[in-house]
């Protein structure tokens, strides 16, 4: 069986997540399309410390990026579309037949979850909600349900109409069509998208495991299913014996940083020395798709990374949100970084380096002027380097 040395693994897997060319280049409508088709999709987090996740992984690759340009293509193009993956996500438009197929296949199941979840009430809800936005006009959560107690400001304590719009949005009866601010309003889904072809059943499977083998390079079953969020590690599985039977895969073993292996499935024509090395240091979302799957960062890269760490309790070791940093093809540490825009400043809580990464000159040096294009593209105007910021 092949074996992909760790330092190959790590150039094809960062080629393939649009991390080795350097981040400059236009970002128009066109480029930005063609890169999330790359990637597949950008996950959509509410968390604004510094910049909105899809915002700044679209950034880290394209430092032209500008968030008018996404939310064209949202809004008014139609070229990508919101829906779930793992997670909330921004997908390229060309992917809507495996959604609708997805859609149509996975509506009962999801049913079942929502009556488990949020009770019978939301079903009450669905028709009314249904014919408010057909009668009024897209609509967001506080425009339904206004008869309805409010949460008292639990992430997903819904209010019934709240519920029903959310499971007509996954049930694909709805669309979001913009957001204002960051909430999201939502249409009739033949108002948004035009009705189109959904992806056949003997199709979806198998085109949905080799965007995913193609995206990744390398990857387990359990990985391939996980990418799109829309099959089982069993349909995985089966899918995987079919192609390896029919030569389309082949086995190969990962090694990991540690020195240790890990059997997955590659084209059999993957070139590993095709991929270029990557130069330059970047500071990354932390919902990057690098990073999306945190056992294999760590095992392809050695970087233990969770958005929260406790060692030991109560006391924390890195700040509750902190920011990658990735130079050429390692990670090397961790930042505490937050705008306060109505300031003006971009404020450096803390600089977290890894094991064996020196705190030389140089690189602190460029870690400052990647500081000052973030700080920049998040609207303010000069880095603030907080008391005690350096973590070593």
Not at 19 to 26: E, K, M, N, Q, V
Not at 109 to 121: A, C, V
Not at 208 to 221: E, H, P
């Amino acid at each position: 069986m092949r074996l992909i040395e760790n330092p190959s693994a790590r150039r094809v897997f960062l080629d393939r997540h649009a991390l080795t060319a350097p981040p400059t280049g236009p970002a128009t409508r066109t480029d930005l399309l063609a890169l999330i088709e790359t990637l597949g999709f950008v996950q959509v987090d509410s968390i604004n410390t510094v910049a909105r996740a899809h915002d700044m992984i679209l950034w880290s690759r394209r430092r032209a990026y500008r968030p008018q340009a996404l939310r064209r293509m949202l809004d008014r193009d139609r070229t990508l579309f919101e829906h779930w993956t793992h997670d909330a996500a921004i997908i390229p438009s060309t992917f809507l037949p495996l959604w609708r197929w997805s859609i149509r296949r996975d509506t009962p199941r999801l049913l079942d979850r929502y009556r488990k979840w949020h009770g019978p009430d939301f079903q009450d809800r669905l028709d009314e909600v249904i014919a408010h936005i057909r009668d009024n006009g897209p609509a967001g959560s506080g425009d339904v349900g206004k008869d309805e107690a409010r949460s008292k400001g639990g992430w997903w304590e819904w209010h019934p109409s709240k519920a029903a719009l959310e499971f007509l949005w996954r049930s694909g009866r709805l669309s979001i069509t913009r957001r204002e601010g960051f909430a999201k309003l939502y249409d009739l889904t033949e108002r948004v998208h035009p009705p189109g072809p959904e992806m056949p059943d003997d199709q979806a499977l198998d085109w949905a495991m080799n965007a995913a083998l193609d995206r990744l390079g390398f990857a387990t079953t359990g990985e391939l299913a996980a990418f799109w969020g829309r099959f089982r590690p069993d349909e995985a599985a089966r899918w995987a014996d079919a192609a390896l039977h029919r030569g389309e895969v082949v086995p190969v073993r990962i090694e990991s940083a540690d020195g240790s292996h890990r059997r997955a499935l590659a084209r059999a024509d993957l070139d590993t020395d095709a991929a270029p090395a990557p130069k330059g240091l970047r500071i990354l979302s932390p919902f990057d798709p690098a990073l999306r799957d945190r056992n294999r960062a760590e095992r392809l890269f050695g970087f233990h990374y969770r958005i929260e760490v406790f060692v030991p309790e109560p006391k924390r070791q890195f700040g509750y949100y902190v920011f990658p940093i990735i130079e050429d093809d390692r990670l090397i540490g961790r930042i505490d970084a937050r705008a306060r825009r109505a300031e003006g400043v971009l404020s450096v809580a803390g600089l977290w380096l890894e094991p064996g990464i020196r705190p030389a000159k140089s690189r602190l040096a460029r870690i400052e002027a990647q500081l000052s294009r973030l700080a920049t593209f998040a609207q303010c105007e000069r880095v603030v380097f907080e008391k005690g910021w350096q973590k070593w």
